[in-house]
């Protein structure tokens, strides 16, 4: 089966195209997105990724180096920052086995630039606390 079509997400502090925004998202006690991506570690990375997006002020694109960099400053072990998000990883839970995100979450340029998509910001909103107006 072919993963469904997505839609990069590459914005700027000046230039925005999602309605949903990465402060839109509140952690309390450090909570994870409970059930959205159906893994606690998965949604772990996701959280930290919007943290990440949080501190930036957009949806923008990076470069592994500079996740990394966020990761070693909050003390998180930078090889994981994109498990269960990008490509097939092993789930040790249950039976185990492996298993392949639902969605395409994350993408990379030809320039060595990631991107999250819209299928990732869906999949985030499920069911997470906004802000209060």
Not at 13 to 34: K, Q
Not at 53 to 74: A, H, N, V
Not at 108 to 114: A, C, E, I, L, S
């Amino acid at each position: 089966m072919a993963p469904a079509p997505f839609k990069p997400i590459i914005e700027s502090a000046s230039m925005t195209m999602c309605p949903v925004r990465p402060d839109d998202f509140v952690f309390i006690h450090g909570n994870v997105l409970g059930g959205t991506f159906g893994k606690t570690e998965v949604e772990t990375t996701a959280r930290r990724l919007i943290e990440f997006f949080q501190l930036r002020c957009c949806w923008c694109e990076f470069t592994i180096d500079e996740l990394g960099r966020f990761y070693k400053l909050k003390g998180w072990d930078p090889n994981a920052m994109f498990f269960g998000l990008m490509g097939a990883w092993y789930d040790d839970g249950g039976m185990g086995g492996w298993a392949l995100p639902q969605h395409t979450y994350l993408c990379v340029d030809g320039h060595g630039k990631y991107c999250i998509t819209d299928k990732f910001i869906d999949q985030c909103a499920r069911n997470i606390k906004k802000k209060a107006a």
